[in-house]
């Protein structure tokens, strides 16, 4: 298995996850050429990409699903709700490659077992995704108002886990250039998770057997990488956990892949 982070942020997300015979994106929120340089700049072969996995319609995860679907001849999975949001501005796509899925109905691709499930967010039926290969697994949790029961149950014991640490509520509060209207939106319940937040699930995450966090979708403006991650480390710190020994930390990079997790 092998899973990184490609891009990470308010600016676009693209997630690669492989199994032993295929690999899957998970959202694919940048231009289709700027997803498949920055696969070559990692050294990861799109061929070997079997489909796209996506969380939800909102621009930041669908900018080039349409071109890479084309260009790599793979279907798109998303659910019904995300679908009616997204259709119309993928271009075309043959209804073979348009795949509809359910929450918390599991399905196969290649030896991938993958798990969506429902996450607190401002858009049509957005999901989560925990995926199983043998006895490993990784989940994927971003773009959550709140760390919900669901979301909880559904990530805990994850080996990995991409978690959202959206922003600094105080930087997002004294921001000049967001309207009210939509600090409130980031700030609700189906908004994004606060790095406080985002530390408190890190930290009951580690208690239930994760080994990595990867912290990502950070705001641009209200929120760094250094403060995400002093938020997360100084939280797991203090419930008791050794970074780097029981659990580790990392930020994804907004513009460059992350770490690639092998196991
Ligand atoms: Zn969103
Ligand atoms: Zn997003």
Same mark, same amino acid.
């Given at each position: 298995?092998?899973?990184?982070?490609?891009? @990470?942020? =308010?600016?676009?997300?693209?997630? /690669?996850?492989?199994?032993? *015979?295929?690999? &899957?994106?998970?959202?694919?929120?940048?231009?289709?050429?700027?997803?498949?340089?920055?696969? !070559?700049?990692?050294? #990861? %072969?799109?061929? @070997?990409? *079997?489909?796209?996995?996506?969380?939800?319609?909102?621009?930041?995860?669908?900018?080039?699903?349409?071109?890479?679907?084309?260009?790599?001849?793979?279907?798109?999975?998303?659910?019904?709700?995300?679908?009616?949001?997204? !259709?119309?501005?993928?271009?075309?796509?043959?209804?073979? %490659?348009? &795949?509809?899925?359910?929450?918390?109905?599991?399905?196969?691709?290649?030896?991938?077992?993958?798990?969506?499930?429902?996450?607190?967010? %401002?858009?049509?039926?957005?999901?989560? /995704?925990?995926?199983?290969?043998?006895?490993?697994?990784?989940?994927?949790?971003?773009?959550?108002? /709140?760390? =919900?029961?669901?979301?909880?149950? $559904?990530?805990?014991?994850?080996?990995?886990? +991409?978690?959202?640490?959206?922003? %600094?509520?105080?930087?997002?509060?004294?921001?000049? *250039?967001?309207? !009210?209207?939509?600090? @409130?939106?980031? #700030?609700?319940?189906?908004?994004?998770?606060?790095?406080?937040?985002?530390?408190?699930? $890190?930290?009951?995450?580690?208690?239930?057997?994760?080994?990595? #966090?990867?912290?990502?979708?950070?705001?641009?403006?209200?929120?760094?990488?250094?403060?995400?991650?002093?938020?997360?480390?100084?939280?797991?710190?203090?419930?008791? $956990?050794?970074?780097?020994?029981?659990?580790? +930390? *990392?930020?994804?990079?907004?513009?460059?892949? @992350?770490?690639?997790?092998?196991?």
């Amino acid at each position: 298995m092998q899973f990184c982070t490609l891009f @990470s942020g =308010s600016s676009g997300n693209v997630v /690669y996850l492989a199994g032993e *015979h295929g690999a &899957v994106l998970i959202d694919c929120g940048m231009s289709g050429k700027q997803t498949l340089d920055a696969m !070559a700049r990692a050294g #990861l %072969d799109t061929a @070997s990409v *079997h489909a796209i996995l996506i969380t939800h319609e909102h621009s930041d995860h669908i900018k080039g699903v349409g071109v890479v679907s084309r260009k790599l001849g793979v279907p798109v999975y998303a659910t019904e709700g995300t679908w009616d949001g997204m !259709a119309a501005t993928l271009g075309d796509l043959p209804m073979r %490659d348009r &795949v509809a899925i359910h929450p918390g109905e599991s399905f196969f691709l290649d030896d991938l077992e993958v798990v969506p499930f429902s996450i607190p967010h %401002d858009a049509n039926d957005p999901v989560g /995704y925990r995926f199983f290969l043998g006895r490993h697994s990784v989940a994927v949790a971003t773009d959550l108002g /709140y760390f =919900s029961q669901t979301v909880c149950d $559904a990530v805990s014991g994850s080996e990995i886990v +991409l978690l959202e640490s959206n922003h %600094d509520p105080e930087l997002l509060k004294s921001n000049p *250039h967001y309207p !009210a209207r939509l600090k @409130s939106r980031i #700030l609700g319940k189906k908004g994004h998770l606060s790095n406080e937040d985002s530390a408190d699930a $890190a930290v009951r995450l580690a208690q239930c057997g994760t080994k990595h #966090l990867l912290l990502g979708h950070l705001s641009s403006e209200n929120n760094t990488p250094e403060i995400a991650y002093r938020t997360a480390h100084g939280a797991l710190s203090s419930a008791g $956990a050794i970074i780097g020994q029981d659990v580790s +930390l *990392h930020v994804a990079a907004r513009y460059q892949a @992350s770490f690639l997790y092998r196991y």
